[in-house]
């Protein structure tokens, strides 16, 4: 298994027979085996989380698949607009929030988002995966009660739905704009479920703050599980 990070909640997962790719909107991806399935993932319609270009990788490899958060609307009119072969509709799979798919020997299953659309959790291989899209504890100073209750509720309930669920890799927000709460979605995290590898994500590229969550009373405890995704390709 290979994991590569992209940018920003972009990641990709290379496994024997297929790659998983969650919430790919900008930089470099890897060239993959053109036997292999491409199965691409994104939670919902923020454009730090979706852009059109991922349709592009169907003129690229002969089997591709895309899972979509609901929220992502489509038609054939909008994608001919685009310059899209509105075919590309045939390879697209709606996800609705709690819902459990299997296709082609994947699992998935969706969580509802705090923020839009869903975040997922995907077996392939023996594996399971953790993308939580924009599935976080967000709380903003200034919202007005009880906004930030309400959302610490939500959250709570999503994780407490998958409690000691282990996953071999999970990619979790860890987001500088919240201030004082920024490792708060992510400490739950920790705490509630059994993942081996944990990948900070949505850090507007500022990596310092995967040191500066290490330090914090739950970040020593799990450390080690936490990696440093200011590096981009975990062989493992």
């Given at each position: 298994?290979?994991?590569?990070?992209?940018?920003?909640?972009?990641?990709?997962?290379?496994?024997?027979?297929?790659?998983?790719?969650?919430?790919?909107?900008?930089?470099?991806?890897?060239?993959?085996?053109?036997?292999?399935?491409?199965?691409?993932?994104?939670?919902?319609?923020?454009?730090?989380?979706?852009?059109?270009?991922?349709?592009?990788?169907?003129?690229?490899?002969?089997?591709?698949?895309?899972?979509?958060?609901?929220?992502?609307?489509?038609?054939?009119?909008?994608?001919?607009?685009?310059?899209?072969?509105?075919?590309?509709?045939?390879?697209?799979?709606?996800?609705?929030?709690?819902?459990?798919?299997?296709?082609?020997?994947?699992?998935?299953?969706?969580?509802?988002?705090?923020?839009?659309?869903?975040?997922?959790?995907?077996?392939?291989?023996?594996?399971?995966?953790?993308?939580?899209?924009?599935?976080?504890?967000?709380?903003?100073?200034?919202?007005?009660?009880?906004?930030?209750?309400n959302m610490e509720k939500d959250y709570k309930k999503e994780i407490d739905a998958i409690?000691?669920?282990?996953?071999?890799?999970?990619?979790?927000?860890?987001?500088?704009?919240?201030?004082?709460?920024?490792?708060?979605?992510?400490?739950?995290?920790?705490?509630?479920?059994?993942?081996?590898?944990?990948?900070?994500?949505?850090?507007?590229?500022?990596?310092?703050?995967?040191?500066?969550?290490?330090?914090?009373?739950?970040?020593?405890?799990?450390?080690?599980?936490?990696?440093?995704?200011?590096?981009?390709?975990?062989?493992?």
């Open positions: 298994m290979k994991i590569t990070y992209i940018y920003h909640s972009g990641f990709a997962i290379e496994l024997n027979t297929c790659v998983l790719l969650f919430d790919y909107y900008k930089g470099e991806l890897p060239l993959w085996d053109k036997g292999k399935k491409i199965y691409i993932f994104a939670s919902h319609k923020h454009q730090d989380h979706f852009q059109l270009k991922i349709f592009d990788l169907v003129k690229k490899y002969p089997k591709v698949h895309f899972f979509l958060g609901s929220d992502i609307k489509l038609n054939e009119k909008y994608l001919e607009r685009n310059r899209i072969d509105p075919s590309v509709l045939g390879q697209i799979t709606k996800v609705e929030k709690n819902k459990s798919i299997s296709l082609e020997g994947l699992e998935i299953r969706s969580l509802r988002s705090t923020d839009a659309g869903v975040a997922f959790i995907v077996c392939a291989e023996g594996y399971r995966f953790y993308h939580a899209g924009d599935l976080n504890w967000w709380h903003w100073e200034g919202e007005p009660y009880p906004w930030n209750e409690q000691g669920m282990h996953f071999d890799a999970a990619f979790v927000p860890l987001d500088p704009r919240l201030g004082k709460a920024y490792g708060w979605g992510m400490d739950y995290f920790l705490e509630h479920t059994a993942a081996d590898m944990v990948f900070p994500m949505h850090m507007w590229e500022k990596y310092e703050y995967i040191g500066k969550y290490k330090t914090t009373s739950v970040g020593k405890r799990y450390k080690e599980r936490i990696m440093e995704t200011d590096r981009t390709e975990w062989e493992l």
